[in-house]
């Protein structure tokens, strides 16, 4: 079984991408790892502050084109320097958490998809995000954004951690713990990546030079245009046209089209929440939402992922040399036999 050229050149164009990703990856790793900053990092609120003047960001601005929302929770971060000797009064004294860097922000799953307020039912699959019996909470029935409330300040850390920063960059977050070593994970991940690419690459231009070797590939879609419109007639193209038009017309009318309220036809952006009214045994005992197929994810390890990539470039070579031969052999049944006469 061979793989036509359209397929594979689909997936060269995905192992670049994923190329591209993980080289990326690596770079941002190798650039956190070079200029740390050792802190400490307390969540929600300052240092003297206690865990109910905590605050969360909720999120509604991820939506699909079908009004459906993935509520994203994210927790900022203070983070204060380790600086062990401090000028106060003129005498030097010992001080830890001196400093103040720009806030971070930690994201957190919380796992919940709600349909847009004001969208039509049709076609989804959650309740609407502002529907008050559309979730359960601790305390009862609450809305998507209360059980996003809720759920994010249960992952708040309580006490503060020991963690590293890199000054200036608030992109790059923070990393739990005082010491970082090399990311010899990603690394392994971009060069693997790359030696299946190359691999892919190999295969596209055989099967190029398999498959076009005496015929321009403009040619040869061509003349599949032309079978395609010489067998199927006039009538024929009108009428799966005008279906296709059809069931465009009405998927925006009964799906994608959104009879909203004039102040629920926008997404409420990033709302700042506090802690004040959530109990301790609310945060402890807070249901998760159960996962679905939407809200699923999949996050392997690092040293997964090498052993699956190693395991897609070993599958490629095998098919690359079982491709190679069957392209041999082809040649060689081609080539004109010569008869030999016994005399």
Known sequence: MKCPL???????????????????????DAHFYKEPIPANCSEGRPFSEPLADSQIVIDDTLEDNDGQVRMQCYIPIHVYYHQTHVQVNGQARSHDAAGLEKLRHRQARVDIMCNRDGHPTMGAFYPHCSFAKGWTCFIGPCTAYEKARRLCASQIRKDSYPCLFVVGDTGAGVKAGDHLSYPCWPLAIALVTT???????????????????????????????????????????????????????????????????????????????????????????????????????????????????????????CYQIWFSKTQRHHVYATLPQRSLSLE
């Open 6 to 28: 359209p397929l594979t050149a689909i997936v060269c164009a995905v192992v670049l991408y994923a190329s591209i990703r993980n080289w990326i990856q690596f770079y941002l």
């Open 195 to 317: 030696a299946w690419l190359l691999q892919c690459c190999c295969i596209l231009g055989v099967t190029y030079s398999h498959d076009y070797k005496d015929v321009p590939i403009l040619d040869e879609y061509r003349s599949d245009f032309e079978y395609l419109t010489s067998n199927v007639s006039g009538p024929w193209c009108i009428c799966f046209l005008g279906t296709l038009l059809l069931l465009g017309f009405l998927y925006y009318k009964l799906v994608h089209a959104t009879h909203r309220e004039p102040h629920e036809h926008n997404p409420r952006g990033k709302m700042t929440f506090s802690l004040g009214d959530i109990s301790d045994a609310s945060l402890k005992h807070e249901n998760l939402v159960h996962i679905s197929f939407w809200t699923l994810q999949w996050h392997p390890s690092l040293s997964s992922q090498v052993v699956m990539i190693c395991g897609a470039a070993l599958i490629t070579a």
